[in-house]
């Protein structure tokens, strides 16, 4: 079946390319079916493939599938390939869209766990030795639960009669979107004792920004920026609505306390993690990919120091805790040369430039949360009403 909106993407490489925005091959299919109000990229993929020749000089090859329900196809290209690894980026992204509907749950579900087991029987099946860098999430340990520092990955336990183990993070997902990576997780961590697969999971952060060194280059290399409640991420969402002179949209106290990452890290993280594959037999190789954790209020004063709006506490469209502490490793990342950005007003200058260049693509109804994650949180924002939000800028 091919979904006509969901963006699924998968990159494949090989020896010597340099990865993500780089990469020679690059299979993508669907790309911004969403029909969701994304900012600046209404650039196609055939285009930015081309922009990207153009200033690098390298060609990039794009092949348009649906992972998740092309199987013979994916075998097929892994074998006509022979990549030394591939980038999994091919699942539903969002934690309120997941959260819309049971259709949109069903949707992440199916698409986001049959699209991660399709590629690891697919890559066995292809007889290739690929190592599979899957794009995975903080959401996997939830916020806190970890009575301390949340370890890269695995942690160490006593079990019943006081045998000590080192095991997989006990799963804790706070959507259904969150959910499909913990079950993603599982089913890496058996193809890998089943059949040696070779797997990183990189568990991320919220990312924020819009430019990394090579997107930069040319203005059709831009990446996505959603603003919108479904897609929009917190920290882009504020920048744009400081843009923009919208008060910013806080969900009940803003206590929730999140790892972030801006964009030229993510793509650092993913050439480190393809250069530092675990041997085979190894088991999944994990990263928290992080720059550091702030508490949403936090941040969401920075964003109001600087651009002047109001700040407005809304009734939480989630069901997550009011506020919770959160403590995350990233020293594997940092002992392997990543010097995390840190969230900087220079840096929210560079976003706010090119949010304003764009602004007059933005619609302010599509500023309010729209998915909302039981029926209780339904009732108690019903008040808020989308057409009410004016821009002032
Ligand atoms: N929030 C607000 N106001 C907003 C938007 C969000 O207060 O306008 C709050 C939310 O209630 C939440 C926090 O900010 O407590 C983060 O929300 P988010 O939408 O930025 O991030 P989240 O839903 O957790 O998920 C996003 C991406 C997902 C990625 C994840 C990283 O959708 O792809 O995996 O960030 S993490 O959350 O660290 O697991």
Redo the contacts with the bound molecule.
Sequence with gaps: MKLGFFSIDLRVHKKHDVPTAESSHFAESNENITNTPNLFSHVTLQVRVQAWKEVSGKDMKFVNLDVANEYDLLVQLIKDEQPDSIVHFAEQ????YSMKTSKTKRYTVDNNVGGSNNLCCAVIDSEVDAHVVH??????YGYGTSGGEIPEGYIDVVLPGGREANILHPAYP??V??AT?CLDALLFQFYQKNDALRVTDL?????WGTNTPQTIKDERLINRFDYD?D?????N??LMQGAMGVP?????T?G?T??FIHITDTARCIEIAINNPPASGERVEIFNQ?AETRR?RDV?KLVADQTGVDVNM?P???F?AAENELDVANRKFCSLGLDPITLDEALFKEVTEVVNKYKHRCDPTKIL?ASFWNKKRAEECASLDPSSVKINA
């Excluded at 910013?248 to 009940?252: A, Q």
């Design positions: 992204r969002a934690a309120p794009l995975g999430t903080m959401g996997v706070g959507s979107y969150h990576k568990h991320q952060g919220i990312v409640g897609y929009g991420t917190v920290l969402r504020f910013l949209t806080v969900y009940g803003g929730q999140r790892a992080v949403v969401a809304l939480n469209p989630r997550e949360p």
